[in-house]
């Protein structure tokens, strides 16, 4: 074909004809080289296809002309872009296979190594500080009973805690329920080993685990938490053995320079009841913005166990006393790590978790 043969064509189509090759050459993939196979060759509204139509629309004595060249044209740009499409895949292919060979000198890569989850370091650092102590280790089930709960631990039947509004309850079983603090292991464990205790000379044992609250999740509320509990049994205990435990407790796990103070408080279970307050660990005292300027932070929940609790367990409080502690995990490791949001524990963000260096 020559020039002069493409002035048989409409204009547009003679130099789309004319520039066809240098066009196929600046595809430099597969899809600048299918859009171009749709501008030449598509089924509909392509050159090759209105080249068609101006042949069917062409005076008789052209129409041979016309549909030789017209052939020859199509002809000519099909192969043109099968020529280059094979050219362009065997490229592609070639670059997958770099990009896929295996390098020995490389180093390998390095495995993700799986750690403990801040909380749980949390819990077995306070469980390991009051195991040095001489505290063994109990648990309890998440799903109580009413009478563990409450009945057990002189909470009566009209205590607001035993409200559906703040706990869960089972609705198949209206005395079950999923355990609002860790104390009910208290009643567990004093029933088990109330026949022992002469021989055993007491009990003294810590209680890790979830407890679960009807409470809507905000910054500083999740329906479920943990808690450690601790207790003492003994002949004799007092509040002294109660605040020398506790400041030994939070000295190892605050440092040495930490002070304690005790708040009278009110928990059923406990007679005197107290709050326990630590000087902040943050600012040692001074006042900041964790200890909201008052350089204490409340920490617990803690008491002389109430003679209701050890009578309920068949223990006779003439005989025996002792203590009894609760700690929230998760209050504790915010204070510790000044998280200021407690659903970044639960969200499992690996960036926040590789933070909280200084829980162990
Ligand atoms: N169980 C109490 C709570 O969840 C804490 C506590 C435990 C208080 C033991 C006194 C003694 O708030």
Redesign the pocket.
Known sequence: MDASDLKLLPPDIAEAAATFEAQLDACGTLDALMRLKGTFTGREHSLAARLMEALKAAPKEQKRELGALANQLKNAWEEGIKGRQEALEAVKRDHAAAASRVDPDLPPPMPLRGALHPLQRLQDRLVGIFAALGFHIEEGPEIETEAHNFDGLNIPGDHPARGSSDTFYLEQHPDLLLR????PV?VRVLRRLAPELEARGGIRFVAPGR?YRKDDIDPTHSPMFH?V?GMLVGKGIGMQHLKGTLEYAMRALFGPATAIRLRPSY?P??EP?AELDVSCPLCGGKGCRVCKGSGWVEL????LIHPNVLHYAGIDPEVWSGF???LGVERTAMMVSQTPDLRLFFENDQRFIRQMGGLD
């Not at 609002?180 to 104390?183: C, G, K, P, V």
């Not at 617990?300 to 008491?303: E, P, Q, Y």
């Open positions: 609002t603090h860790t104390s208290q407890v808690q509990e928990f279970f406990v009841g617990l929940g803690a008491g009894a502690f609760g």
